[in-house]
């Protein structure tokens, strides 16, 4: 039988691919080991509206993406008790994306509805506008720290 399993020969840039994955790999490494993480779970309503909640206010003071020392965001999207999928942003680039939308909603919730939340919808969170968006503010965010 004929092995299959690519080599540096046989495929183009296998060795950029390679370096590539190698670093992302170390970036979920060092993501888990290393950082502060911040763990939220949507169960079920997410499922029905395409929207997931990102709090930002409770009882009158910053809470949730507001008030986070973490590095990153992990946002659970459950369906009854199982975890569909897990988004993971940088909190400072998800704070980025929130400021640059061009429509969030904020609506009250959590107990007694003493919390204050974006409902974000995630099809908006990917689609070509928010990425451009994000892109431009990730260069005006270099530009300011080089010229610091």
């Known amino acids: 039988m004929e092995n299959l399993e690519p080599t540096t020969k046989n495929r183009k840039k296998f060795d950029i691919d390679l370096a590539y994955g190698k670093v992302r790999e170390q970036l979920i490494a060092d993501m888990l080991q290393d950082k502060k993480i911040e763990v939220k779970s949507e169960r079920d309503m997410w499922s029905k509206t395409g929207n997931i909640a990102i709090e930002y206010e409770s009882y009158g003071k910053p809470s949730g993406i507001a008030a986070t020392e973490a590095d990153y965001w992990f946002h659970n999207l459950c369906i009854g008790d199982e975890v569909f999928a897990t988004l993971v942003f ?51 965010c270099n530009k300011n720290s080089v010229s610091s």
Do not use: C, P, W
């Open 90 to 140: 940088k909190v400072d680039a998800l704070k980025r994306i929130i400021e640059n939308l061009d429509y969030k909603k904020s609506v009250k919730g959590g107990d007694h509805f003493a919390s204050r939340m974006y409902l974000l919808n995630i099809q908006k969170l990917f689609s070509t506008d928010v990425i451009k968006a994000f892109k431009r503010s990730a260069d005006v």
